[in-house]
Nanobody, 123 residues
Framework: QVQLVESGGGLVQAGGSLRLSCAAS????????MAWFRQAPGKEREFVTI????????SYADSVKGRFTISRDNAENTVYLQMNSLKPEDTAVYYC????????????????WGQGTQVTVSS
């Protein structure tokens, strides 16, 4: 069982930065691939980025490539999302997700989800 708790969301102006954190419980965090998804009001949940269990492999949605960076600290059981050059269209609730065999955009591939943290980017 893995419990995920996101933090770091907030209100920021366009062009600004935020760093989200996702703290995981349990001793098996380092065996899970970790991803970030987001859901804007009235829209479907969408994949943002993923990092593999060791931190050696990452993938990003085209919409955030070059602006967002995912990283993890297995000693601290935490995954991070550094978001730079934020745009109003990045406004959404951001969720972290964990999946041992997950590597893709399908939310159904992930076993555990956090409760989400709101990110609002003003223009």
């Amino acid at each position: 069982q893995v419990q995920l708790v996101e933090s770091g969301g907030g209100l920021v102006q366009a062009g600004g930065s935020l760093r989200l954190s996702c703290a995981a419980s349990g001793r098996t965090f380092s065996t899970y691939n970790m991803a970030w998804f987001r859901q804007a009001p009235g829209k479907e949940r969408e994949f943002v980025t993923i990092i593999n269990w060791s931190g050696g492999r990452t993938s990003y949605a085209d919409s955030v490539k070059g602006r967002f960076t995912i990283s993890r600290d297995n000693a601290e059981n935490t995954v991070y999302l550094q978001m730079n050059s934020l745009k109003p269209e990045d406004t959404a609730v951001y969720y972290c997700a964990a999946g041992k065999g997950a590597w893709g955009t399908a939310g159904t591939s992930y076993e555990y989800w956090g409760q989400g943290t709101q990110v609002t980017v003003s223009s």
